[in-house]
Every structure is written in structure tokens, then in C-alpha cells.
């Protein structure tokens, strides 16, 4: 479609961001190792079919050192193992009930303690929402529709937008103290309070429209009685 008919000889296993954000949403992703994997897969393929120094190969290098500064990150903030061919260690073949200062194994202990080790189904499912959530990436387009759409909804609307960006996303807001003025870097709001704006804002542009098309039926109704 772009003419680059080379493409399929030199990558022999296309990705793209679009393809990961789908394979996210429909939860194909067995491990979040699995989803890191195919996103360094769309930098790396840009680099090899790019030529080195190109603006698409320097393009690709910038994004994938933001991308890995921001996943160790997050691997960090939730103790997630990056070495993904990690084994778990084996249970030694002999028990040693008489060994001192070992830790007791989870079979040992009564049930509520284990329950209190173990974390719950809704605990881990919240931790990988969060996780999916981080790892999202913003595509241009949504950025673009994003900046249009604030031009449609009330002063008051923004102003909330405002608040919620200084307490989730400080850093995606550039104050102007001297002319009192307020910008929005859509580049800095993290994916998540992004999807989450993004929603409220579609949100206000349907109630306010639904309140100008009631607007324009009372216009027409009165027209009608006059006449």
C-alpha cells in the first residue's frame, strides 16, 4: 500500500503498535514479557528496514529507549521479573522438618495465612489492567483527534480536564504564572489518564450536543406556532 514491495523480503515477522494495542484489548498476551517482546519487535523492524542515521532508524531509537526507560519502570514498580526464562526453584527431594531458620512452606501454614500470602483473583486482575494500561501506546492520531476535541466542549469542561491533569499528570502541563496561562503537552499525559480524559471528553461532546439539537427543535417548534 506505501510501495515498499522489499518490506516482506527483509522483515520476516511484521509488528505494529496498532497490532499490539488489539492483541492487549483482547487479552492475547499470556505474560506482560510476551507484549514487551512484540513492541521492541516494531522498533527493531523499523532500524532493520530504515538505513542507519535515517530520520525513520533515529525515529525508532529514540522511541525505543523512552519505551524500555518506562518498562523497567514499571516492572519495577510491580516487582515484575524481567528475566522471563527465570525458573522458579525446586523443592528440595527430601523433607527437612528438623532444619532450624527455614521459612515455612505455604502447606504448612493455616489456611488464613495462606490466603493473606496469596493475592486474589481481583488483586491480580487489577494489577494487570494497571500493567496493560502503562504499557499502552498513544498513537498520533488519537493525540490529534484528542487537541481537536477540546475545541468543542464548554470552558468549564476544560477547566476539569485542567484539574485532573495537575493531580495525574502534572508534567503534561505547561503554566504560564506571568500571563496566567495554562498549555497542555499531550506528548506528556501518561496512556492511562489519556484513554481516561479522552472518555470525558466524548462524554461532554455527546450531552452537549443532545442539548443543541433539543435547542434547534424548540427554535423550529416556535417558528411553526408564528407562522
Not at 516494531?42 to 542507519?52: G, I, L, P, Q, S
Request: proline share 4%.
Amino acid at each position: 500500500m506505501l510501495g515498499l514491495f522489499d518490506y516482506p523480503q527483509i522483515i520476516k515477522k511484521p509488528m505494529d503498535l496498532g497490532t499490539v494495542k488489539k492483541k492487549m484489548a483482547s487479552k492475547k498476551y499470556k505474560s506482560i514479557h510476551l507484549c514487551a517482546q512484540d513492541v521492541r519487535l516494531v522498533w527493531n523492524n523499523c532500524m532493520t528496514y530504515n538505513a542507519d542515521g535515517s530520520e525513520f532508524y533515529v525515529l525508532a531509537q529514540e522511541l525505543s529507549k523512552k519505551w524500555e526507560d518506562k518498562y523497567q519502570k514499571l516492572t519495577k514498580d510491580f516487582q515484575v521479573s524481567t528475566n522471563k526464562t527465570a525458573a522458579a526453584p525446586k523443592p528440595s527431594s527430601t523433607p527437612s522438618s528438623s532444619s532450624k531458620g527455614s521459612a515455612p512452606s505455604s502447606s504448612s501454614l493455616p489456611q488464613s495465612q495462606q490466603s493473606q500470602q496469596q493475592p486474589s483473583s481481583q488483586q491480580l486482575q487489577s494489577q494487570q489492567q494497571q500493567q496493560q494500561q502503562q504499557l499502552q501506546v498513544v498513537s498520533l492520531e488519537e493525540k490529534k483527534t484528542f487537541a481537536r476535541n477540546l475545541y468543542k466542549i464548554s470552558k468549564e469542561e476544560l477547566g476539569k480536564i485542567l484539574v485532573e491533569l495537575d493531580v495525574k499528570s502534572p508534567s503534561a502541563l505547561i503554566k504560564n504564572h506571568a500571563e496566567d496561562e495554562v498549555e497542555i503537552n499531550v506528548d506528556n499525559i501518561k496512556a492511562d489518564v489519556f484513554y481516561e480524559i479522552v472518555k470525558y471528553v466524548e462524554s461532554c461532546m455527546t450531552s452537549s450536543g443532545g442539548t443543541s439539537s433539543k435547542k434547534k427543535k424548540s427554535k423550529s417548534s416556535s417558528k411553526k406556532q408564528k407562522t
